[in-house]
DNA sequence: CTTGTCATGTAAAAGGTTACATGATTAG
DNA sequence: CTAATCATGTAACCTTTTACATGACAAG
């Protein structure tokens, strides 16, 4: 029952959403947090509207239908915060590739590795651009610093991530380079500019 | 067909495994690239085995059935690495929690983010513990050390969520703290210790 | 008047978890 | 001889993906 928490956290912050705003959160590869498909998120929203976690605010005349969270609903929410235990369960495609990449000659491996730096610069690209633009609007103020603070985290994160893949390639192309040095150096001596820098 | 390519890479180290020492490894907190539970790992063995991916290599007394990759199996993952693009999914039970954290009060958030640092902090010790420990086996150095970089990857993410859940708890107390600075701040000035020191 | 975006679904299949069941071997 | 660990599975259920289907509205 995952996606239905993330959908109850979409909607805990008041502003009505209907199913397809909610696809475009959960497709969004800057927006993180949770991903699920378009039919999931439909069908969700129906079982939840079933249970009475939320419920319909308003019907748009191009037919969207709005949802909002009722008391059980955000009761729901808080029980799950801090009743349940995180998940910290990881399933990792990215590292589980490069933790096999050693099969591959080096030439194919520097390709692969190459192309998931481009792939997180994207991202960084991205997620700076978002930090950079992101006004606080009608939001709460919380709700916006945390936020944006998790977006702080994401930033930090990719840029972690593009330091060591470019560390990768240096002991992937020296095979007498120290792993640890060499990563843990790179790691440590780039800091996270300040996103607004 | 994930837990596919997760097996296919634990068995392309050329030591056979069987079921349960698979199982081991996807169910080991702290080394997280993938995890499974254990009837999903025995039902894929099966599978795989009739697809001509992985052979039985030999039994042992204790009835245990240990299994080697085939030619098909290494051309498979080999495959897969090259052709199919990485998944860059991501489902975070953890961010997603603190997204939603700011409808509690600020003592019980603060609870949870403690607890969170607790956790980290657990994973930080065990980490640095493998790469103190793990001496270079009869293992391939390519693929040796390419999983001691990977730990040294999760040390450095580990360290930054460390650093960000208390900067975190800093931005919680104080509705004044201006949150990009605190956080970037706290998130560039702790360096990743090497692992050794 | 046609293409793109908005908007919602259904059905089938694949992937993954949980609960349960079983039994051998080893260490104390 | 008793508990822990090793070792393998089945069945039911839940979660997620993929493919398909439909149609309104807006912009060019």
Do not use: C
Not at 5 to 14: K, P, T, W
Not at 116 to 126: D, V
């Amino acid at each position: 029952m995952a996606l239905r928490h993330a959908i109850l956290s979409a909607l805990s912050r008041g502003i009505p959403k209907n199913g397809y705003e909610l696809n475009a959160i959960f497709n969004d590869h800057d927006e993180r947090a949770w991903n699920a498909s378009p039919s999931q998120v439909y069908s969700e929203l129906t079982k939840m509207q079933k249970l009475g976690l939320i419920e319909v605010s308003e019907r748009t005349e191009r037919r969207a239908t709005n949802y909002v969270l009722t008391d059980d609903g955000r009761a729901e929410l808080e029980r799950w915060l801090t009743q349940d235990e995180p998940d910290h369960t990881i399933r990792d495609d990215v590292v589980m590739r490069l933790l096999s990449m050693w099969i591959l000659d080096e030439t194919t491996a520097r390709h692969l590795i190459e192309a998931e730096i481009t792939f997180q610069r994207r991202r960084e690209r991205a997620l700076r651009n978002k930090l950079d633009t992101s006004a606080q609007l009608a939001e709460d103020a919380r709700v916006w610093r945390n936020r944006r603070a998790v977006h702080v985290l994401w930033l930090a994160q990719t840029a972690t991530m593009i330091s060591w893949l470019e560390g990768l390639i240096t002991i992937l192309d020296d095979p007498d380079a120290p792993v640890d040095d060499t990563l843990a150096a790179l790691l440590s001596s780039e800091p996270v500019s300040s996103p607004r820098a």
